[in-house]
């Protein structure tokens, strides 16, 4: 099986930074894309902010260009987010998805979730 662990959120300052991680595990045989993903209140949908692909190729969402940086250790199966001049508006639960392949028996391909990690930017 296949795990995601986010870690590095917590409460900050606006104009502070944080760095979120997402460390991949289990029967991995290729993690082809990874990105990061938000949910808030009210309306509570799940928001792309961030995407990287096996590639390298980035995108972000319009709100965080410029201050969001993605980045990904492929020997580590890591993936980062560093968030720089943090707004209250980027207060959310974060969250970590990958496209992974992994083996048993056959090749699989599928989509994992991590639990989430908070961020909370106070005014």
């Known amino acids: 099986q296949v795990q995601l662990v986010e870690s590095g959120g917590g409460l900050v300052q606006a104009g502070g930074s944080l760095r979120l991680s997402c460390v991949a595990s289990?029967?991995?045989?290729?993690?082809?894309?990874m990105g990061w993903y938000r949910q808030a209140p009210p309306d509570n949908e799940r928001e792309l902010v961030a995407?990287?692909?096996?590639?390298?190729?980035?995108n972000y969402t319009d709100s965080v260009k410029g201050r969001f940086t993605i980045s990904r250790d492929r020997a580590k199966n890591t993936v980062y987010l560093q968030m720089n001049m943090l707004k209250p508006e980027d207060t959310a639960l974060y969250y970590c998805?990958?496209?992974?392949?992994?083996?048993?028996?056959?090749?699989?391909?599928?989509?994992?979730w991590g639990q989430g990690t908070q961020v909370t930017v106070s005014s």
């Open positions: 995407h990287i692909t096996s590639g390298g190729s980035t």
């Open positions: 998805n990958a496209d992974i392949t992994y083996y048993r028996s056959r090749y699989y391909r599928q989509h994992y």
């Open positions: 289990g029967s991995i045989v290729l993690i082809n894309a």
